[in-house]
């Protein structure tokens, strides 16, 4: 589920979901 970018891969990290990208 990739939508927006690293910003909102970390703000998705901070809640409970993993992401592909590193912060």
């Known amino acids: 589920m990739v ?3 690293y910003d909102t ?3 998705l990290k901070a809640t ?3 992401c592909h ?3």
Do not use: E, K, S, Y
């Open 21 to 23: 990208f590193p912060c």
């Open 16 to 18: 409970h979901i993993r």
């Open 3 to 5: 939508m927006g970018g």
């Open 9 to 11: 891969c970390c703000i």
